[in-house]
């Protein structure tokens, strides 16, 4: 008999997100079991719960999904609980990270921008490209062979995750543009087909005027769900809105794909019992959708 | 498809309730989110969850119960909860508050008074009316139109409460008494149809002599489930029980409607998106039963 | 109708465990409420929770589990559990305590020696016989009836254990032996049928060439799951495995047993609404697997 569904969900904050829970249900998991607080220290117990209670041929029935608001934190509590898999005995089970939606959205919003260009030689600008989505946004872009511009008020931060990429994927054509003022972003846009903004709310990262002035731009993505906008002019609903000749995407936009692929993904989690789901295989999945 | 329900039950205390959670299930609510140490402080990101979840058709599927000892902290949450929503967007979600169990019990008493006394006309005296259930008891009493005396041992306290239910109750007809004593039950007492005890446990409220002694008395209801009694001489299990020539209540006889009250406002939750269950909503539903 | 099955997991580790729940839901129970941090003295609550929800007749579909790491914390529990049942009324629920696996760990071990052993007569030594496990093995095996020697470092912590035995099972024939060193083993060994290693990790409790020597010895059982083995020699995965002439079993070879015991003591649960399942029920119930 087949088992039942199990998806043990390891939350960082201090109460386990009603978000991630909501999703799972609609994706049809049979069996929530949510954790809160949950760190390297702690988890040890909770994946050998996972791994020594159902038989291998079971454990594809049970699942990991890593949230929570501190995508650092989720990144090392993946990693700890890989590392109390056995996996010469084959037990482990699959584990889905995507610590403040940070994997999901950044794969909606590499989705969107491929519906419209050819990302294998597009030019790409990423506006708050160092933080958690910003930089998964510019991984997938760079795995996908365009040239990806990462911007960043502080050029230094901007090399150190342009490094990173290059570790990650060899073959990345990244470079590091510094994007202190509005007024250094026509020259980090130049020659760009597409701009995400995925910067922390508040900030107007991108004024209207150097976008419209950009007249190679096919294609803007605001990921800021809180106005003002990151990119001016966007609208929070856009999905593929005709704006000035190019095609916009606000952060609710992209939400509708990003809850598709959360989804598609947490199924994906049960056809297996070793799967990872970080940004690239969320992606992989997004693709098919 | 019509989405599965989830009830998030966010609970003030520091475990959430045993008892909401089986009533919810025996309701037969399919997913239930229980929360711990809830505070208007941490609500927010658990709103969220439910309104950013589910397109607008859908979120009626989606509900929230606030239950939890301490009656104040449940008020505050509910503001806190609904101040999250996004009206503007349709982007609510049916609330149902019942901290201490206090709306579902004072809706369940005044119902068991509504089938021997025409409230409209009656006259009731509320022992501990400054309390959660007695307060919520004089409002629901107050709304029927009939004369409600709130009694407290310091007329202060039973006053500052008639004040308040003169504003959410523009119509009500209520007075203050001062009940410091029992001395004091039969001037409160006089020509009352209906007693409801609602003071903390440990007290007895009301000697049994005093209250054969009022000829008017038609229905007493004690609410007191630990002994002694807080209406001398009506037995814990007592449902309409006649004693004395007057239809006796006690907790256990109150608390079989207050559950069918609780499951069957849990199921009208569901049914809308916006609704808001405070205590005359509630009530209104029990009248239904 | 019948009401739906929920199991009150009350867990005394910070964080509840998934090894309970997944097992919980593969031995099909409906609704699983899982708490943690609970003490004697926040637990009123919760068991009120259980037995006012739902009428006498329905109480047997909802049960407590009472698990965790501290086996002590455990026992304590159970008692204030049982202290908030309202027996005269027959609100009870019922109840079974497994901390740390060891009354469902015990069942299983004395199992497998009764299918090779005459538990009535055998001679049994438990090496770490006075830590939670192996006082639980010692007890069932003085139930049957056999002579049974508990192993301690200090004789005097094993001779406590003794005492306790007598006054649980008056008809025990118990002894103490010392066990300081594995020099010890051949005095304590002699004459044995069975030897159960009980002991902490870490720690080689008999040696190969001790147990190799034991003549009279037919079954061997090592409980500890991490290396080194408690009985040297003995596979994890060992299960009725011929080594040296006698059957030996190592704690994965236990460990699916204890796992059917477990599940077969959930379902008995839901059978009645006053059954407390320590080790010697629970024993009873591996019987009939």
Known sequence: MVKSQILLHLDTDALPSVFDRVVAVDAGVEHIF?????????????????IFTRGPADLKSTAIFIGGSDVAAGDALLVAVQKHF????????????????????????????SRHLDLKSAKSLILGGTGPVGQRCARLLAEEGGLVRIGSRTIDRAEAICDAIR??????NVEAVATASS???????????????????GVV???KRH?????????????????????????????????????????????????KVHKA?????????????????IYAIARTI
Request: glycine share 12%; net charge negative; charged share 15%.
């Open 183 to 201: 007024n250094d972003a026509p020259d980090a846009l130049d020659g760009c087909d597409l701009v995400i903004a995925a910067g922390a709310p």
């Open 167 to 172: 570790v990650q994927v060899p073959k990345a």
């Open 86 to 113: 056995v996996i010469d005995f084959g037990l482990t089970v699959s584990v889905m990270l995507d610590s403040n939606g940070s994997n999901t959205t950044a794969a909606a919003a590499v989705l969107a921008a």
């Open 211 to 259: 976008r419209v002035n950009c007249k190679s731009l096919k294609v803007a993505i605001d990921l800021n769900g809180v106005p003002p906008e990151g990119i001016e002019g966007i609208g929070l609903g856009d999905k593929a809105k005709n704006r000035d000749d190019m095609h916009c995407y606000g952060a609710l936009g992209i939400g509708g794909t990003k809850m």
């Open 265 to 281: 993904a947490l199924g994906e989690l049960f056809l297996r019992h070793d799967a990872t789901l970080n940004v690239t295989a």
């Open 34 to 50: 949510s954790y809160s607080g949950v760190t390297p220290t702690n988890v040890m117990a909770l994946v050998h719960g996972c």
């Open 205 to 207: 990262l991108l004024p």
